[in-house]
């Protein structure tokens, strides 16, 4: 018999003196203040290695800013349509309460690909290129947001008998499996080592995109089956990979779409 970890993480970082508006510092909050922060950074990387297609340095700010916007209310308003319907009927302004978790990833890709989709237009480069240096950055904030998620204890895990299973209170006294670090590696770590390999390759424009979404939506896919089913099954599945479909066929098409037309490219020269 394993001696099993109990999660007795606490959700706030930082704690404010009582009579305070707020509790504090969520780690929630943290996780995604340093998702972007990383994102700026490899920005800067990218600049620096002359492979950013954006013109000019304030162009990274102005995408971060979109990112910014497009993340937090794309995964909200994600997480609202997709999973917690009737919470947000009796209680509309739960909706703001981004500190207590629940932030769709497939939301999330929503609101990204509209900010990639304003910066592309106001800037008059290519929607593309612009999505494949998005899908740069993505990874390491999903890594974070799943890390959250565990220190949350939400999104948990089947019951498990394997050694590091984890005993989540408030969830009952069985093992269960720490989904949210798996989806963290899956859908996060190992996309971005992929990225840092794929990009500097300078692919056909919607090639890395591509890439992306296969390795994020198989990652997902195959997590979805250690975590517990709490929202729902639709046609046999779970609700996340259904809405995991949708991207994998995406990602199919960019990278269908970048062959066809390098194809057309080499026939015409």
């Known amino acids: 018999m394993f001696a099993y970890w109990v999660h007795r993480l606490d959700p706030v970082a930082i704690h404010f003196p009582e009579g305070w508006l707020i509790k504090g510092i969520h780690w929630y909050g943290l996780a995604y203040a340093t998702g ?29 800013s979109a990112l910014l916007i497009g993340v937090i209310f794309g995964g909200r308003i994600g997480h609202v349509v997709l999973y917690a319907r009737d919470e ?17 990833s497939h939301g999330g890709f929503l609101g990204v690909m509209i900010a990639a989709l304003w910066i592309a237009r106001t800037r008059r480069i290519s929607f593309l290129a612009v999505g494949d240096l998005l899908c740069t950055l993505a990874p ?30 408030y969830e009952g006294p069985d093992p269960r499996h720490p989904s949210q670090l798996y989806e963290a ?57 259904f809405w995991t479909l949708p991207l994998a066929f995406l990602g199919l098409f960019l990278i269908f779409r970048t062959r066809l037309f390098s194809k057309d490219v080499a026939r015409s020269s």
């Open 36 to 64: 972007f922060l990383v994102a700026a950074l490899l920005l800067s990387y990218w600049r620096r290695r002359q492979l950013s297609p954006l013109p000019t340095v304030a162009d990274d700010s102005a995408l971060v």
């Open 88 to 104: 947000f009927l009796a209680y509309p302004a739960m909706i703001f309460e981004v500190w207590r978790g629940g932030m769709a």
């Open 140 to 169: 390491a904030g999903i890594f974070f947001g799943r890390l959250a998620n565990f220190v949350n204890a939400e999104l948990v895990g089947r019951p498990s008998t394997l050694p590091w299973a984890v005993i989540f209170p």
């Open 185 to 241: 590696f899956g859908e996060g770590l190992l996309p971005l080592i992929w990225m840092f390999y794929r990009y500097p390759k300078k692919l056909p424009p919607g090639q890395t995109a591509g890439e992306f979404l296969l390795l994020y939506s198989a990652a997902r896919f195959i997590t979805e089956y250690f975590r517990s089913p709490d929202d729902g099954f639709i046609l046999g599945l779970t609700a996340g990979q």
